[in-house]
């Protein structure tokens, strides 16, 4: 009998082949999803997209060629050297993965040889592209080149694209390159390693399941679902989108013959009672040529202490989620549990695959108190730094609140912002705004989430947590009240769910609120004349309005008549009085 393959670490849980019932079940799965606009539209409009993205991507590849061309000109190198250098353009993130939809990003890569550097990226790559793309293709440029990752992010005949850059120490990249081999990182940085990680990682996964179409169809279910549920966001401490795609990828290893349909059904009944922290992991772990750090719980502390450590595979193996709290784990564990019981019914024919992907109920039902982050400044571009720089230390705050014995079980941060801009006549009016008030909301400039703007600025300094963005200065005149002009105050809030222990007697939160106020306010960057920073709490039936959708019930009071005795209130319920916030 033939030796039974293993893909993975362990051997497979089932070979299985599907039943009817399991291909039908997948069946109306694709179809909900495509139903849910998950899936790129399918007739002619997306045979020119993907026309479209195959002329974008030549372009892009002919640019690179260029671009090494015309940098070597420039440093005047031998002409053998300049023919010969190449360039070559790999794409990553949920393009590579084929699980893009409309309106999906492209992440790209683009290598070069030794010759070039980061400098000359951000001088001469943005020139090349406007002269060699076809009149009025690029419609937008923003590089970031001071980012965690610098990047250049555009739109490119309507497509977005996010181009980041690295540097091999070869003399040529031919197009043939192929980017697994370790010994290509020999001599790189540190910012040209995080660069090629993305690439590496996701031809990795790739390599590392048995059937890709399988894979995709339930990575896209499980990509939905966590998206709707609000747990799909690194920098807020959930998964992000590539360690959604690993633990997919191992429940695939685990059920090799399996169809989408019970990959997703396995995903939430493997991994809701998962022994975390025991890593998921596709491979193990490998050694290479650096000198760099592996992940590993025997050596490392900070290694020990990821409480859901998901691994890269590709070398130097890293954990993709090493921000999860203990907060955030109970949610996703909540939600892996809920899902289960969701995905058992669907099988047994009791509900649809729509119910797996209903709405979160994080303001209509979620929670009784909230915080309100209040993430100001008085002008558009210092806000999108700021807000930044704000949102990456969110994660912050819920682990102080975790750490402080504060009578809290759960502090759960929304992974998203609220964007809204406000017009003021006066100081009042103004510090009114900074303590949460909508007053003086402009209601005809609607309110977006951060995903929605997707700022390239923001994201950049929410990823890399400020390190290396310069604040634009104040011009002194941002936000004077005296000559009757109303100013225009930006504010990003940020809305952490408060669920008190069971057994707490009172709440005091005022030292993590004020270290995690004392953390932002001490970024070098930061500027008390432009930007400001609060927290408040906020009872569910004052949440803002905006924040609900259409068709959702927004919480109300419950008015309780007071009982009195002995000419005392009998009411001792905990408030948040003593949390000394604003």
Not at 43 to 65: D, G, H, P, S
Not at 118 to 143: N, S, V
Not at 300 to 324: E, Q, V
Not at 529 to 545: E, F, G, K, M, Q
Request: hydrophobic share 40%.
């Amino acid at each position: 009998m033939a030796a039974q393959q293993q893909w993975g670490t362990t051997p497979p849980v089932s070979m299985a082949f599907p039943t009817d019932k399991e291909n039908t079940l997948n069946d109306t799965m694709v179809e909900e999803l495509k139903n849910q606009n998950n899936f790129e539209a399918v007739e002619e409009t997306e045979k020119r997209q993907a026309f479209t993205w195959t002329v974008v991507l030549r372009t892009l590849q002919k640019i690179t060629v260029e671009f090494v061309k015309h940098v070597g000109r420039e440093k005047k190198m031998p002409e053998a050297i300049i023919n010969e250098g190449g360039g070559k353009i790999f794409t990553y993130g949920s393009y590579r993965l084929g699980v893009f939809g409309p309106g999906s990003d492209i992440d790209t890569l683009v290598v070069v040889p030794k010759h070039v550097n980061r400098e000359d990226f951000f001088e001469h790559f943005p020139k090349l592209l406007d002269q060699m793309a076809a009149p009025g293709a690029i419609e937008e440029l923003t590089p970031v080149t001071d980012a965690f990752v610098p990047i250049i992010k555009l739109e490119f005949s309507g497509i977005s694209i996010d181009l980041i850059f690295a540097r091999l120490l070869v003399t040529s990249v031919p197009v043939s390159l192929d980017l697994k081999d370790k010994g290509l990182l020999r001599g790189l940085d540190e910012t040209d390693l995080r660069c090629l990680n993305g690439t590496r990682v996701t031809d990795e996964i790739l390599t590392l399941v048995p059937q890709v179409k399988t894979f995709r169809h339930a990575l896209r279910a499980i990509k939905l679902w966590a998206q709707r549920r609000a747990i799909y966001a690194n920098v807020m401490g959930f998964p992000g989108g590539v360690a959604w795609a690993m633990m997919v990828a191992r429940i695939c290893q685990l059920y090799p013959n399996a169809p989408g349909s019970v990959i997703v059904n396995r995903f939430f009944h493997l991994l809701a009672p998962w022994p975390w922290p025991r890593p998921v992991m596709l491979k193990t772990i490998e050694d290479g040529p650096l000198q760099v750090r592996v992940w590993n719980p025997q050596i490392y502390p900070g290694d020990k202490r990821h409480l859901m450590p998901i691994i890269t595979p590709a070398y130097p193996s890293m954990c993709a989620t090493h921000n999860i709290t203990l907060s955030t784990k109970k949610i996703i564990v909540r939600e892996l549990e809920r899902a289960t019981d969701i995905t058992n019914k669907i099988f047994d024919g009791k509900l649809e695959w729509k119910d797996l992907f209903a709405k979160h109920t994080f303001f209509t039902q979620g929670y009784k108190y909230y915080l309100s982050v209040v993430a100001a400044s008085k002008t558009k571009e210092a806000q999108l730094i700021w807000s930044g720089l704000v949102e990456s230390k969110v994660r912050r705050l819920v682990s102080g609140i975790e750490m402080s014995q504060a009578g809290v079980e759960i502090a759960h941060p929304f992974n998203k912002g609220f964007e809204r801009v406000h017009r003021c006549k006066d100081e009042e009016q103004i510090d009114k705004v900074l303590q949460g008030s909508l007053d003086f909301h402009v209601t005809d400039i609607k309110t977006e989430t951060t995903d929605q703007t997707n700022d390239i600025t923001h994201v950049a300094v929410a990823v890399g947590g400020g390190e290396g963005v310069k604040m634009p200065e104040a011009k002194g005149d941002e936000a004077k009240t005296d000559g009757g002009e109303p100013v225009t105050i930006y504010t990003t809030t940020y809305y952490v769910g408060v669920e008190l222990a069971p057994d707490s007697k009172s709440l005091d939160i005022s030292f993590p609120v004020q270290e995690f106020k004392r953390q932002c306010t001490d970024w070098p960057q930061y500027n008390p004349d432009l930007n400001s920073i609060r927290i408040v709490h906020t009872r569910n039936y004052d949440l803002p309005a905006d924040v609900f959708e259409a068709g959702e019930t927004k919480p109300a009071r419950k008015s309780k008549a007071k009982t009195v005795k002995n000419g005392d209130l009998s009411s001792k319920k905990r408030t948040f009085s003593a949390t000394q916030m604003d």
